[in-house]
T-cell receptor, first 114, second 113 residues
Framework: DAGVIQSPRHEVTEMGQEVTLRCKPI?????LFWYRQTMMRGLELLIY????????DSGMPEDRFSAKMPNASFSTLKIQPSEPRDSAVYFC????????????FGQGTRLTVV | QQQVKQSPQSLIVQKGGISIINCAYE??????FPWYQQFPGKGPALLIA?????SEKKEGRFTISFNKSAKQFSLHIMDSQPGDSATYFC????????????FGKGTHLIIQP
């Protein structure tokens, strides 16, 4: 298995633009998580899905952030409009959930908003 | 409110020595405690994990010690090697690990040859 695949690896955008980050979880995993990593705040859970259904989005910082999981093999995290303080590395992770909770992370997307 | 506190922020250990990183948590509902290793430019990778019904778990050179009453757990890296130089994160989760991870702030570990 290729592991969790995220795209793009790097994204530079101007303030006010829409940004879409993509994630393909490990095949067979039924839980998917989005995290954000910054120097100041460390690794933070933004939202997670179980069987494609959003379970907890309390970590999403603002209404500008939204996430979807239209099927078991694809998820998106969208920021609209983007702001410089959104600059961070965004990670997607997946797992088998409660029975086998080991979460595997993707390589991340480094987002820079200028 | 920082639910998982990790220390130290940085640590320098000589090759062959023991590296020790400590974490404390507040939420007694946490029931899954993993440690992750992260190299620059990479995503975190799971090292070892423990549940509160066990006081210690060992995998190779890595050992987790868990103290439920004190709400503390630690990672010991025996015979530390330069290749172990990385950032280490402790984490905690509810729901047997299904509910997403709350991470500590990380420890930057340097193993000197």
């Amino acid at each position: 298995d290729a592991g969790v695949i995220q795209s793009p690896r790097h994204e530079v955008t101007e303030m006010g633009q829409e940004v879409t980050l993509r994630c393909k979880p490990i095949s067979g995993h039924n839980s998917l998580f989005w995290y954000r990593q910054t120097m100041m705040r460390g690794l933070e859970l933004l939202i997670y899905f179980n069987n494609n259904v959003p379970i907890d989005d309390s970590g999403m910082p603002e209404d500008r952030f939204s996430a979807k999981m239209p099927n078991a093999s694809f998820s998106t995290l969208k920021i609209q409009p983007s702001e410089p303080r959104d600059s961070a590395v965004y990670f997607c992770a997946s797992s088998f959930g409660r029975l086998q909770p080991e979460a595997f992370f993707g390589q991340g997307t480094r987002l820079t908003v200028v | 409110q920082q639910q998982v506190k990790q220390s130290p922020q940085s640590l320098i250990v000589q090759k062959g020595g023991i590296s020790i990183i400590n974490c404390a948590y507040e939420n007694t509902a946490f029931d899954y405690f993993p440690w992750y290793q992260q190299f620059p430019g990479k995503g975190p990778a799971l090292l070892i994990a423990i549940r509160p019904d066990v006081s210690e778990k060992k995998e190779g050179r890595f050992t987790i010690s868990f103290n439920k009453s004190a709400k503390q757990f630690s990672l010991h890296i025996m015979d530390s090697q330069p290749g172990d130089s990385a950032t280490y994160f402790c984490a905690a989760a509810k729901g047997g690990g299904a509910d997403g991870l709350t991470f500590g702030k990380g420890t930057h570990l340097i193993i000197q040859p």
